[in-house]
């Protein structure tokens, strides 16, 4: 009965020796991003626009821009991080009213002949920390070029039906000064500060 008791009591510690051991757990920085896996995620043109609000002495003026082109490039070495390069033709921006399209697409204000697109750039944009994020990049706009910070938030994650990479959708906020970008004109009877609205969808290359 002692031996068999004596053999009960040492069993585990013999296991111990015998068991292999555990391989070392990965560093935090070096654990995949569970919720948005690295690489090129293309912008869906008829799911994202910009939607643009002024003030004006008359009213609200509001428009859009739409049918975009660029891409998300999430980082595979530090995949909270992305590239974002996106373009909007100002020859597609519309608020409904063919009359005020032409004005602001002259060359009073966007001057869509000689600067055809509105981009917005980010190298390195936090964007998988949380749902909400502050997104800093540049915004170019009637040849100008100007710092700009985006209250971002993800929306959606929408799974692939064929097991690849889910889509992202986002929303934003955000607003500019026209006089930042040498487009001033109509002031002080429609304001300066145009506040910009933002859905984003993105999918997989």
Do not use: C
Request: glycine share 8%; charged share 20%; no cysteine.
């Amino acid at each position: 009965m002692a031996a068999l008791l004596s053999a009960l009591l040492l069993a585990p510690a013999t296991w111990a020796r015998q068991a292999p051991e555990a391989a070392p757990l990965a560093p935090a920085a070096a654990l995949p991003n569970a919720r948005f896996a690295p690489g090129r995620y293309q912008v869906v043109a008829p799911q994202t626009k910009v939607h643009f609000h002024v003030k004006s002495l008359l009213g609200a003026f509001d428009g859009d821009f739409i049918d975009p082109t660029g891409a998300v490039t999430i980082d595979a070495a530090r995949p909270n991080n992305a590239a974002i390069d996106i373009s909007f033709p100002v020859e597609k921006m519309s608020t409904g009213e063919p009359a005020n399209d032409v004005m602001l697409k002259g060359d009073n204000l966007f001057d869509a002949a000689k600067f055809p697109f509105v981009r917005f750039l980010a190298t390195d944009a936090l964007i998988g920390s949380s749902e909400a994020m502050t997104i800093t990049g540049e915004l170019t706009m009637h040849g100008q070029t100007r710092p700009i910070s985006i209250t971002a938030h993800l929306t959606g994650i929408v799974p692939d039906a064929a097991g690849g990479k889910p889509s992202l959708h986002f929303s934003g906020e955000t607003s500019v000064l026209r006089s930042d970008f040498e487009m001033g004109f109509g002031r002080p009877f429609v304001s300066n500060r145009v506040d910009l609205t933002i859905d984003a969808s993105f999918h997989p290359d």
